[in-house]
């Protein structure tokens, strides 16, 4: 009779979940892993005692070790440089701990714990909902039986689950350095120059997405178009006039050069 | 009994175009304008002869200015370079001829013809199609009666119209070179990174789209994450170490410091 009620997992074991951490990874993940009906947040540890979402009960909090409670998985979601601390000072050991870093290593957890890494590669703001649908999920856990909790876990979670090793994975966070933290602060550049100039910085809104979804079907070595690209010595020389902050100025200039090394232009 | 049969727009004055050119921008633009039940491109002009569209009739297409046909406006979709050049050979005077660049002011257009600026605020490849209904037109000219045509064949294509002066165009050309040119090469090093060790550079394109997404939400400014905002000096160095490239390691560490310099954190 179950059946008519739609889909019913065959193996369907709840995963129990405690989160350590209150920041932005944390908040995310709670709410999101609280939706799963294969999921239960048991717990929740951090510092402060402060709820990661304002319909979690408060008798799930703690900032005490001693009083951390059984689980099936421990998602430490703190800052890279309190992993190694945090793991140490778990009350319990070989128990499966997992760290949601881009860029430490999954050795960076105490080895007193079974290891893994449970890795959302997105960009969190305390204030944007996330659709989780679409975050890719890197998963790496020492013990096969945990990377599969972990995958199942993802899994329910995401579309995109990855195997990636801590390399892969600190070849990744550097190259989203560059996609994601530095390509913000250029537009945060583009914005201030308009806002200078009393432009409304919207008219570009649809050149950004458009550069950004654009990748996604040319190689963006081919999607390459401006100045630096044609050479095209006097718009350069008028943008340089237009900059006066030296910051800009400097990276203009460097990232002029990168196009024309990269595309073999005379400099 | 013609109302039956669809929308009758009432002032349905034809537009008669010519383009010059026949780059990416000429292109996109016949294409578009092509469709338009209100634009009637006349001819196309360019030095090789070459049709914009192999649908295009070869009869519409000359290298002679002296068969240049009559027109209400001409569309001058050539390099910067090549607007003085070309607008001052059209065998005639007194007519309304645009440029379609981001960065010439509107004098660089012969003064023997009513100037004027067309300007799609766009990244065009020739192998992708463009929806121009979201792509922002820039318009000035130096008459308000061209001024209204060019609006007119702008917001028969576009939902996004705007007028701007050439300083302000100046402005966003400037501010476009880091949002679009810079950022796509942001992209490129991203992947070229990923490339190197093999890890499937797939993985960050949500990452990409998100942050582009996200800057029409909230301030770019307000949006910036990363090791350079946090100060987080182990994981900048690790992934100076990672960068073997003297180029990649010059923009990682410029714009660190110049994340740091905008977020007031200590260098």
New interface residues.
Partial sequence: MLSFLGFVPYFCAMIRVIILGAGNVASHLYRILHQQTNVEIVQCYNRRNVLLDPMQSKATITNTYKQIKEADVYILAV???AISEVSGLLPFTDKLVVHTSG?APITSISEQQRRGVFYP?????K??AVNFK???F?IEAEQESDFKLLWNMAASVSE?V?K?SS??R??????????????????????D??DT?E????????????????????????????????N?I??IS??MD??EDP?YR???Q??T???Q??HGKKL
């Fill in positions: 800052s890279d440089d860029s590669l997105q960009t969190f703001s204030e944007k679409k975050v890719p890197c995109k990855y990636i390399l892969q600190s070849i990744l966070h550097v190259s989203a350095v560059f996609v994601n933290n530095f390509t913000n602060h250029l537009f945060t550049i583009g914005k120059i308009c100039h432009v409304p910085f919207e008219i570009l809104h649809p050149l950004i997405q458009e550069t950004a979804r654009k990748i996604t079907e040319i190689n963006p070595d081919q999607a390459q178009t401006g100045p630096a690209m044609r095209d006097q718009t008028r943008h237009t900059l910051t400097s990276i203009y460097l990232l050069q990168a196009i090394i990269q």
